[in-house]
Nanobody, 125 residues
Framework: QVQLVESGGGLVQAGGSLRLSCAAS????????MAWFRQAPGKEREFVAT????????YYADSVKGRFTISRDNAKNTVYLQMNSLKPEDTAVYYC??????????????????WGQGTQVTVSS
């Protein structure tokens, strides 16, 4: 079993930055693809970004491309999401996820085996 705990959320003004962290425990996640998803009130959970096992391959949703950066530190068993130029529409609960058997379907939440409890990000206008 893998436990994921997100942190770093909060309230920020539009144009500001936040850095989310996802600390894994139970097993090393060095061989897992990791991802961030988000869910805004009344909306479905959506893909934000993923970093593959290599650590050098990343994919982003079009809505965050150029503003968000996903990274991983396998020595710390931690994944990060640096969020810059935040917009009110980025307001959501952000979830970390881990995929033990990465595939091409990385944008689907069903592809992921483990999830954190989420951290709230609120961007004021």
């Amino acid at each position: 079993q893998v436990q994921l705990v997100e942190s770093g959320g909060g309230l920020v003004q539009a144009g500001g930055s936040l850095r989310l962290s996802c600390a894994a425990s139970g097993r090393t996640v060095g061989y897992y693809a990791m991802a961030w998803f988000r869910q805004a009130p009344g909306k479905e959970r959506e893909f934000v970004a993923t970093i593959r096992v290599s650590g050098t391959v990343t994919y982003y949703a079009d809505s965050v491309k150029g503003r968000f950066t996903i990274s991983r530190d396998n020595a710390k068993n931690t994944v990060y999401l640096q969020m810059n130029s935040l917009k009110p529409e980025d307001t959501a609960v952000y979830y970390c996820a881990a995929d033990r058997y990465p595939s091409s379907g990385y944008q689907a939440s069903a592809a992921y085996d483990y999830w954190g409890q989420g951290t709230q990000v609120t961007v004021s206008s």
